[in-house]
């Protein structure tokens, strides 16, 4: 069997990345012949179960398997700039576009949101509980000196985090090693360090939902609308890449966007709360 060109790595981290792409192309025997797209994608979809819910009801439909490497939307799109992915599926739309217009993409179609929350201890130090504005409640969290763990990871999240802190005119990096802490980790190892910390964090909601070890943490700011949490889907494009299986990326994206792909979208729920909402076709971005 042959394998894509990995990207050549120095770090440890980039060490992991390639050992996950590498289980991404071999899992479940994957020869040549066999048909499959990889995918590069953040570990908020992978840590909601959506996957898992939504994935083998395309591949039913179309015989084409996906394999997923979750990571970090800043490593995801390193990926498939590479062209170690045949599509890209995060949650930082200026990055996406970005992307596009660099020539490595297609073009970005919407797929869907939810929304990011900021989580933290019942006893709430910093007295954030029921606010509406992120920007504030992070400000009071800077005054307060009370915990707060990050992701610092360059992921969709972490992107969004610093775009917060600098509503709140605060430099967090100021503050690392203290009440500041970077777990460089996805959303599911972050929470459980700020589980563990009984600190404050900013998670997306699909994860927040299925994460299991919550201990004393619990939602303490919503509703703000700079915490909305668009998703796009892009094709990679061949262009750049010429080994990209653009037909079946393109079917993947296509069905995504699909009524069917909505649907099951619309349908995946965790405790009985829906996690996505469907968007395709809502923004212009389809």
Known sequence: MSFRKIFRVTTWAGICVTALLAAALTQGGVWAGERFITVA?????????????????????????????????????????????????????????????????????????????????????????????????????????????????????????????????????????????????????????????????????GTWLNFANKGDLTILVESDKRLFNPYGVIVVNAAKHPHIKTTDAQAFADWLVSASGQAAIAAYRIKGEQAFFPSAGKSGGS
Request: no cysteine.
């Open 41 to 205: 994608s953040t570990t908020s979809t992978r840590n909601s179960g959506l996957y898992d819910s939504i994935l083998p009801m395309f591949t039913k439909a179309s015989g084409i398997d996906v394999r997923i490497v979750a990571v970090g939307t800043g490593q995801a799109i390193k990926l498939a700039r590479n062209g170690d992915a045949d599509v890209l599926f995060v949650h930082h739309k200026p990055s996406e576009e970005k992307f596009v217009a660099d020539g490595f993409g297609l073009h970005r179609r919407d797929v869907m949101y939810n929304d990011f929350i900021i989580v933290g201890p019942k006893s709430d130090p910093a007295k954030i509980a029921e606010g509406k504005d992120a920007g504030a409640a992070l400000s009071k969290i800077s005054k307060a000196g009370a915990p707060f763990v990050s992701r610092g990871d360059d992921s969709g999240t972490h992107k969004k985090e610093l775009g917060l802190w600098k509503i709140a005119s605060v430099a967090p990096d100021s503050a690392s090693g203290s009440w500041y802490r970077e777990t460089g980790s996805g959303m599911g190892a972050t929470l459980n360090t700020a589980s563990a910390m009984n600190a404050y964090a900013l998670t997306d909601r």
